[in-house]
């Protein structure tokens, strides 16, 4: 039984680690990413968001742990498609994200002086076949904070969390 579940391990292994590195390969083929590397379970790197003008941590993730075969084509495609966002679909998504902000905080929580449009900053986005999660930072509106927005593959927003300092301490419990 132990043998058994020794090659079992080893096979897992192996697969997680020959789908990283088919992932990081891919990638680097593609150039769409600088400094690519295999971090733990994703790959890693820099990329250029061209329409909002600003380098981004990417991190792909085929979420090996959940995926018996993990969709690298539909990471790479979300990936070039994130990266290739035209500036007219860009300036709508951040609209999006800055209306439903100010829709859903309290007047107090949010400044009147601050327009989400221009302070909130992509600082990373994190890709997987069904999903892209692209993080901003508001260093004027949520200075001890970040925004992550939930896209789906077509550039849609599904989902935005403000998350605070205290959130990360609480997850790390």
């Known amino acids: 039984m132990g043998e058994a579940r020794a090659r079992g391990t080893c096979q897992s292994l192996y697969m997680t680690e020959s789908v990283l590195n088919d992932l990081l390969r891919r990638v680097t083929e593609s150039g769409l990413l600088d400094d690519a590397q ?9 990329g250029h968001l061209d329409a909002a003008g600003v380098e981004v941590e990417v991190d792909l993730d085929p979420e090996i742990d ?69 993080v901003f930072a508001g260093e004027t509106a949520f200075p001890d904070a ?3 927005v939930q896209l789906t593959p077509e550039l849609e927003v599904e989902d935005i969390e403000i998350i605070g300092d205290d959130d990360e301490d609480d997850d790390e419990d």
């Open 146 to 148: 970040l925004v992550h």
């Open 66 to 134: 959940d995926e018996d075969e993990p969709d690298l084509d539909g990471i790479l495609s979300n990936l070039k498609d994130i990266l290739a966002v035209t500036e007219d679909r860009w300036s709508a998504i951040v609209d999006e994200i800055a209306t439903e902000i100010e829709e859903a905080v309290d007047d107090d929580e949010l400044s009147a002086d601050i327009d989400l449009r221009t302070d909130l900053e992509a600082i990373g986005v994190g890709v997987f076949a069904d999903a892209i999660i692209v």
């Open 38 to 46: 295999i971090d733990e379970d994703s790959v890693i790197g820099v």
